[in-house]
């Protein structure tokens, strides 16, 4: 498994079906069907300011290509 870094863009989706989205990673819960947190889109500008905010969860996760 890759170790991703907090406030780092990676790649995710839900599922096969899905384009990949690009996100600001935040952690991961393992053990759980969508274990990799991140920034909700909503909230990046809050997550930047060092405020609080919300995150959503996906299944799958890979670096950002660049």
């Known amino acids: 498994m890759i170790n991703f870094k907090y406030g780092e863009k990676v790649s995710v989706r839900e599922s096969d079906n899905e384009e990949w989205q690009e996100r600001i990673y935040v952690g991961t819960i393992e053990g759980i069907p969508f ?32």
């Open 35 to 66: 274990p990799h947190f991140t920034v909700n889109t909503f909230f990046e500008e809050e997550f930047a300011e060092g405020k609080d905010f919300i995150t959503s969860n996906w299944k799958q996760i890979k670096p950002l290509n660049k």
